[in-house]
């Protein structure tokens, strides 16, 4: 069931350093998570722009079809289907018309303490791998699965009394399905400190000039063949 909510006009244009990592707070110190409901076609050339953040991320398309920049892959996604985006990850959004795709960022800390044997065993895996992202599909069962949690997640946003819990609750049980269901084993060897991300986007930065269409080539960036 998709709830009613107000369309996010506040952020909608992305501001990042020259390292291109967003320079806004999501959520805050004692709740690092942040909910967005969000349409493209408020942002300016219905696009976010390129940028990274530590927070993980993940995003539903409600309606619409995305097309996605991750480091140097490219696709589209659909109305029903989402994506996980992983710490660190440099990735851009765009949609040739009006797109709403909610969407939330967290603190992997959020899903448990850094010093838990939760944090240890079932988010650093993935999180410090150089798997950069995971695209959920409404036709395969588990990631169906996911979706489900997703619009859960996103239904409780609307729960005045109870949403920081139950948002908690939801997100663990939205790790869980993630953990079960992803084979990290052929990722690169785990670095010390989370770093792998920061060397990816580093690699991937210096390719940004060749990725970011200028300005008169914005609306045919969606046209080019996803991969």
């Known amino acids: 069931?998709?709830?009613?909510?107000?369309?996010?006009?506040?952020?909608?244009?992305?501001?990042?350093?020259?390292?291109?990592?967003?320079?806004?707070?999501?959520?805050?110190?004692?709740?690092?998570?942040q909910f967005y409901y969000e349409d493209l076609s408020v942002f300016d050339f219905n696009c976010v722009?390129?940028?990274?953040?530590?927070?993980?991320?993940?995003?539903?398309?409600?309606?619409?079809?995305?097309?996605?920049?991750?480091?140097?892959?490219?696709?589209?996604?659909t109305e029903g289907n989402g994506i996980f985006i992983n710490t660190k990850v440099i990735h851009r959004l765009y949609s040739p018309s009006k797109a709403l795709i909610p969407n939330f960022v967290f603190m992997p800390s959020f899903i448990a303490p850094c010093d838990s044997l939760i944090y240890q065993k079932y988010i650093l895996p993935i999180i410090s791998s150089s798997l950069p992202f995971l695209v959920f599909h409404k036709k395969v069962c588990w990631q169906a699965k996911v979706l489900s949690i997703m619009r859960q997640i996103i239904s409780a946003q609307d729960s005045v009394l109870s949403k920081e819990l139950l948002t908690?609750?939801?997100?663990?049980?939205?790790?869980?399905?993630?953990?079960?269901?992803?084979?990290?084993?052929?990722?690169?060897?785990?670095k010390d400190g989370g770093d792998a991300f920061q060397g990816v986007h580093e690699k991937r930065a210096e390719h940004l000039d060749d990725l970011v269409p200028g300005d008169d080539e914005r609306e045919d960036g969606a046209d080019d063949e996803a991969h």
């Open 1 to 33: 069931k998709e709830v009613s909510m107000n369309i996010n006009t506040t952020y909608t244009k992305i501001i990042t350093d020259e390292d291109l990592m967003e320079t806004i707070q999501h959520g805050s110190n004692l709740y690092p998570f």
């Open 49 to 77: 722009e390129w940028h990274w953040h530590t927070e993980l991320e993940f995003i539903y398309i409600e309606s619409g079809t995305v097309t996605l920049w991750i480091g140097e892959d490219q696709f589209n996604l």
């Open 168 to 190: 908690s609750s939801l997100l663990q049980n939205l790790w869980l399905e993630i953990f079960e269901n992803t084979d990290i084993s052929y990722q690169e060897e785990h």
